[in-house]
Structures are given as structure tokens and as C-alpha cells.
């Protein structure tokens, strides 16, 4: 069974922490993507990596980093967290190709205080 | 710019109805169109996709239909029950760029009321 699996399900962090999400695969698929979810502005693409090493900015990379050494694992990094990065963050991850159903995780609640 | 519009925003039914959800995107210039559902705290789970050459697929209950000259996705489900309760999104994969191009609606959160 196909499974997109976020190490932390619930984070509360400080303001100017690091912070890290992990996201790991287990399809072998050549994409996956970072995204945020907030109330009324539904989800939003923050990074995309369609190959280890390789990645492209979404619509909101500002206050983001990604990394992929692995092709599994995809590491969103809050680089100084911030108040307004509290949020609902969901790692995906599809094979290669246009028409391939996308696969996501459970979701990662991160509060920053 | 592709925008993709879901509405109505929340839907409540009795048990049993037969229903149908609306997606609307503004550039018939798309790959695919997919929808998910999500429960309360969780992640997105794909239902059904549509690929640009195709005018329906069916899953059981659901049965999704794309017609690209209208911008026009529907979602109908079938005999509905309180288990279909959710937030139902749907996605356009747009032409250009990466695959990274997926524009999501803001969702139909749906009740189904025993």
C-alpha cells in the first residue's frame, strides 16, 4: 500500500527556531511536493523536487528551504520560524509523468509561539 | 493565471441523497483534474483523475465527469451516507511549467446527516 509518512504529526516551536519537517516515501517516486494548508486560503505549494538534489520553487518558498538527498525523504526547513508559519503542512509525493495520482501524508500542525 | 473555484463552500444532506459537487477552473488548458478527500486533521486522499482526453471515471459510489470547454468538473455521489462526511477538494494539473502545477480548490465540505 502506497505511504507518504510525516515524522511529526504535532510541533509547537519558538519564534526564530530551526525547524524541520520529514517526509518519507516508500513508492520510489520521482516527485514530491511541500505544501501548506490554511483556513480560507486552502493549499498552497511552497516547494517541489522532481529529482534528488533538484527542486523548484511553489507559490510561497519565501521563509522556506527544502532538501532532498534521498530519493524518499523530503526536508521542509523553517530557516527562523515565525508566527505566521503556524500552519497545517502536508508532504506529497507522485511518480514521474502527467498524469499520475498524487499521494499525500497525514499532515504536520505546526505552532510557533 | 488558472484558478480553480469549488462552491458551494459547505453542503449538509440527508442520508441516502444522491449528490453532486462542483468544480469550476478558468484555463481549459489542463492535464488532468483530480479529487480528494480530506477528514477533519488529515491529509488528502485521492478519489478519482481525470486526464485531459477523458470525460468521466467512476469509483463505486463516485462517478467524476470533466467537460474542458466549460471549465467544468462534477463529482456525483451516489446513495450518500454519514461515512461521506468530509471536505472534498479538487485539483487541475495545468499545461507549462513543472508538475509541480497542481492548483487546488478551496474545497466543499459535505455532511451527511443520519
Known amino acids: 500500500d502506497v505511504k507518504v509518512t510525516q515524522s511529526s504529526r504535532y510541533l509547537v516551536k519558538r519564534t526564530g527556531e530551526k525547524v524541520f519537517l520529514e517526509c518519507v516515501q516508500d513508492m520510489d517516486h520521482e516527485n514530491m511536493f511541500w505544501y501548506r494548508q490554511d483556513p480560507g486560503l486552502g493549499l498552497r505549494l511552497i516547494y517541489f523536487?522532481?529529482?534528488?538534489?533538484?527542486?523548484e520553487k511553489g507559490d510561497i518558498p519565501e521563509g522556506y528551504s527544502v532538501s532532498r538527498e534521498k530519493k524518499e525523504r523530503f526536508s521542509l526547513i523553517l530557516e527562523s520560524a515565525s508566527t505566521n508559519q503556524t500552519s497545517m503542512y502536508l508532504c506529497?509525493?507522485?511518480?514521474?509523468?502527467?498524469?499520475?495520482?498524487?499521494?499525500f501524508g497525514e499532515g504536520s500542525w505546526l505552532t510557533v509561539v | 493565471k488558472q484558478e480553480v473555484t469549488q462552491i458551494p463552500a459547505a453542503l449538509s444532506v440527508p442520508e441516502g441523497e444522491n449528490l453532486v459537487l462542483n468544480c469550476s477552473f478558468t484555463?481549459?488548458?489542463?492535464?488532468?483534474l483530480q479529487w480528494f478527500r480530506q477528514d477533519p486533521g488529515k491529509g488528502l486522499t485521492s478519489l478519482l483523475l481525470i486526464q485531459s482526453s477523458q470525460r468521466e471515471q467512476t469509483s463505486g459510489r463516485l462517478n467524476a465527469s470533466l467537460d474542458k470547454s466549460s471549465g467544468r468538473s462534477t463529482l456525483y455521489i451516489a446513495a450518500s451516507q454519514p461515512g461521506d462526511s468530509a471536505t472534498y477538494l479538487c485539483?487541475?494539473?495545468?499545461?507549462?511549467?513543472?508538475?509541480?502545477?497542481?492548483?487546488f480548490g478551496k474545497g466543499t465540505k459535505l455532511s451527511v446527516k443520519p
Open positions: 506529497a509525493s507522485s511518480s514521474t509523468g502527467y498524469g499520475n495520482t498524487i499521494y
Open positions: 485539483a487541475a494539473l495545468r499545461y507549462g511549467g513543472s508538475q509541480g502545477n497542481l492548483i
Open positions: 484555463d481549459s488548458a489542463i492535464y488532468n
Open positions: 523536487s522532481y529529482d534528488v538534489k533538484m527542486k
